[in-house]
């Protein structure tokens, strides 16, 4: 097998706990049972304190990507985000293997952390504003049996280190 066929491995939540580390970014991580939805995350409110966040994975018709991070009750209008986050035309979800490809995580663990692996900067980082005013957001690292905690401004700073100037904007 050729090296060409090989495909690089995303970087883990390993990964990104060094390279938080390496910002002076302080975190803290709990391990849980694995979940896959919002309910199934919010049985564990009591014990994680700050922003909860959903994750929406999407693109245009021009094939632009984005990655939407939200409050985990925000009700978003997928009709008319388009306006809002600057995409050409309506927006519908990407698709798993896009997700793999550029944020290196399978549905049901999209975090805005995934975007330590989109080294080509593919992806958009779309913050809301409603999310922004927690001092701490929780998100899953990488994988969705953990959910790792940093401050907000912290959160930003690890988006600018990968490249990824977020957009900050109302969007529920």
Same mark, same amino acid.
Request: hydrophobic fraction near 40%; charged fraction near 25%.
């Given at each position: ?28 991580t709990?391990?849980?049972?694995? $979940?896959?939805? $919002?309910? /199934?995350? /919010?049985s564990?409110r009591?014990?994680?304190? =700050? =922003? ?31 306006? %809002?986050?600057?995409?050409?035309g309506?927006?519908?979800f =990407? ?19 995934? $975007?330590?692996?989109?080294? /080509?900067?593919?992806v /958009?980082?779309?913050? @809301?504003?409603a ?13 969705? @049996? ?10 930003i700073?690890? %988006?600018?280190?990968?490249?990824h ?8």
């Open positions: 097998m050729s090296a060409e066929t090989i495909a690089a491995q995303p970087k883990g939540a390993e990964d990104l706990y060094q390279s938080l580390d390496a910002l002076g970014i302080a975190h803290t709990k391990s849980h049972p694995a $979940v896959f939805t $919002v309910s /199934q995350s /919010q564990l009591d014990v994680i304190p =700050g =922003g909860h966040t959903k994750n929406l994975f999407l693109k245009d018709k021009k094939d632009n990507f984005f990655l939407v991070t939200v409050e985990e009750d925000a009700e978003i209008d997928l009709k008319g985000i388009h306006r %809002l986050i600057g995409a050409r309506r927006v519908s =990407g698709k798993p293997d896009r997700l793999m490809e550029f944020l290196g995580v399978i549905p049901g663990a999209v975090t805005a952390f995934g $975007v330590i692996n989109d080294t /080509q900067n593919r /958009q980082m779309v913050l @809301d504003e999310l922004m005013k927690h001092d701490t957001i929780n998100a899953h690292p990488l994988r969705n @049996d953990a959910t790792t905690s940093i401050g907000r401004d912290d959160l700073c690890f %988006l600018e280190s990968t490249g100037k977020p957009l900050i904007v109302a969007l529920s």
